[in-house]
């Protein structure tokens, strides 16, 4: 029998939305107040979903303690007051947009969860705008 079992998590984080192909007019018109060459913050809030078999002896789909001591080492203490253009390597080159820093996410917990669970990253940039990843 599957079973979803999924851990809430929340970091603060600035970014801005910018093409470094795009003269500025354009990043405006296409990210708007996003482009802000001073940057802007959100409040995040990660949902990291595992799915798989109940285990016969704990009950257990994954430790949730052991899923909370990996998010808080591999994303929070990364992400957490940061500004992610700035200071993650990741984003040098990469636009740090919700689905972006989700993928990113997802790739830094999958191989540290057993790859008999399946992975999930939901990443709210606001309470209405979220973004799904599986690694499909």
């Known amino acids: 029998m599957n079973v979803t079992v999924s851990r ?79 200071e993650l390597l990741e984003f040098s080159t990469l636009n740090p947009t919700a689905e972006n820093i989700a993928v990113i996410i997802w790739n830094k917990l999958r191989s540290k969860i057993d790859n008999n669970l399946k992975l999930t990253i939901t990443l709210y940039e606001t309470p209405r705008n979220f973004v799904t990843y599986s690694g499909d």
């Open 8 to 86: 809430k998590a929340h970091f603060n984080a600035a970014h801005k939305l910018y093409n470094s192909d795009w003269t500025d007019a354009r990043n405006t018109l296409v990210f708007g107040k996003c482009s802000n060459p001073n940057y802007h913050g959100h409040n995040y809030e990660l949902i990291v979903s595992v799915k798989g078999l109940i285990h016969p002896e704990t009950g257990f789909v994954m430790d949730m303690k052991e899923l909370k001591l990996i998010i808080n080492t591999e994303i929070i203490d990364v992400f957490d007051h940061k500004n992610l253009n700035e």
